[in-house]
């Protein structure tokens, strides 16, 4: 199944990413018998990491590493559009808060490239438990253009990511972006074939891609 649309504002001011992610959290997240509040904040992390991904290249390796509390470490690697997560086994019986992972040590560190291209590695304190808002954090900090992270709603496996090109208006996308949330109920409700029709009065589609779990 191809789940991820990119997408170019009608007036080609900013960038969209669609994904759902719901097959490969299946497959990556088979054996985890934590909280399921610990399921969803996991699931959204291989959301998130897929759509800035996708809005980068597909074709380049690209690692995210999510070191917290208690030496949790939460990483996920996508490689030739195969998506894996990897997480400490003591998740699994963590029985705290999502807020409670995260202390003034907490850093997110994502690194692009690999030996041949080059390796880039970011890092910034991950002092923030929402993890779109980190992931927005993370954009800003290392220098990307800034990118606004929307769940579908209370659906983690599902999101969007939205990056103004450098010469968008700002009250523009200040109204895009209220566009954007408002819709993000009807991403979370609608079947993944018509989800083009959520979008098509605001941008038009660049392409459609694949992306899977590396769980063998």
Known sequence: MKNIIKMLSANKDYRVVVTDTLQIAEK????????????????????????????????????????????????????????????????????????DLFDDKSMLSITTGDWETGLHTGTVEAHIDNVDMLFAHFTVQSEQLPSHFIMAGTKTTRGLLVQPLPFADEKLMEQADRELVYLSTALEQTDWKSVLDIYRPLATVISESEIASGMV
């Open 28 to 99: 990556e997240l088979g054996d985890f018998a934590g909280q399921d509040g610990i399921r969803r904040f996991l699931e959204q992390i291989i959301t998130n990491c897929t759509l800035l991904s996708a809005m980068n290249d597909f074709s380049q390796k690209i690692s995210f590493v999510l070191r917290l509390t208690k030496d949790i470490t939460i990483s996920c690697m996508i490689s030739n559009s195969k998506l894996h997560i990897y997480y400490t086994a003591k998740l699994n019986e963590f029985d705290g808060t999502i807020s």
